[in-house]
T-cell receptor, first 112, second 114 residues
Framework: KQEVTQIPAALSVPEGENLVLNCSFT??????LQWFRQDPGKGLTSLLL?????REQTSGRLNASLDKSSGRSTLYIAASQPGDSATYLC???????????FGGGTRLMVKP | DGGITQSPKYLFRKEGQNVTLSCEQN?????MYWYRQDPGQGLRLIYY???????QKGDIAEGYSVSREKKESFPLTVTSAQKNPTAFYLC?????????????FGEGSRLTVL
């Protein structure tokens, strides 16, 4: 069974710092991987989706990479801002059909 | 604007009562999903539906029931058989199932059992 792990569980950084969030998965036979943002008490907002054939995706200050063979993805946030404070979750679609497996999330706080 | 609407946002239930959470989408998506989120944890799949009048159990379906009579609607009933129903419930949809595109989420419904 697919397992998705996100480390660290929580992260606090000063404003302006570049940071990396990590996501690892146990079964490399995935179809795609998605990164989401969740604000407290809210739903999830999709940030980036990486298909299995892709190595990375970029959107503004966000860059997500995927290394299927090693079972890892990273979300890079450049020049972090207090507005980036949220929980970031990754999820993999493992070809089992319509079932995403989510990691536990990384709770990010960016201090002004 | 297109999106997913969940209601109610907050719901309180007495033990032994069934409650139904509403989920409506106007994105013309075929697939819809219900997830449960507990504090500090990731999301766990309760039920999903790829097409009208068809749905499948997820990892934690016991104590829950769903219906998919219309493409736009996928209500979730939390029954009295669910032993620990207090949680944050999230509804989502995707174009043809998660392995073809992005997953879009509603704002969630927080259920508290008194």
């Amino acid at each position: 069974k697919q397992e998705v792990t996100q480390i660290p569980a929580a992260l606090s950084v000063p404003e302006g710092e570049n940071l990396v969030l990590n996501c690892s998965f146990t079964d490399s036979a995935i179809y795609n991987l998605q990164w989401f943002r969740q604000d407290p008490g809210k739903g999830l907002t999709s940030l980036l989706l990486i298909q299995s054939s892709q190595r990375e995706q970029t959107s503004g200050r966000l860059n997500a990479s995927l290394d299927k063979s090693s079972g890892r993805s990273t979300l890079y946030i450049a020049a972090s801002q207090p507005g980036d404070s949220a929980t970031y979750l990754c999820a993999v679609d493992d070809n089992a059909g319509n079932m995403l497996t989510f990691g536990g999330g990384t709770r990010l706080m960016v201090k002004p | 604007d297109g999106g997913i609407t969940q209601s109610p946002k907050y719901l309180f239930r007495k033990e032994g009562q069934n409650v139904t959470l509403s989920c409506e989408q106007n994105l013309n998506h075929d697939a819809m999903y219900w997830y449960r989120q507990d504090p500090g944890q990731g999301l766990r799949l309760i039920y999903y539906s790829q097409i009208v009048n068809d749905f499948q159990k997820g990892d934690i379906a016991e104590g829950y029931s769903v219906s998919r009579e219309k493409k736009e609607s996928f209500p979730l009933t939390v029954t009295s058989a669910q032993k620990n129903p207090t949680a944050f419930y999230l509804c989502a949809s995707s174009r043809q199932g998660a392995n073809t595109g992005e997953l879009f989420f509603g704002e969630g419904s927080r259920l508290t059992v008194l």
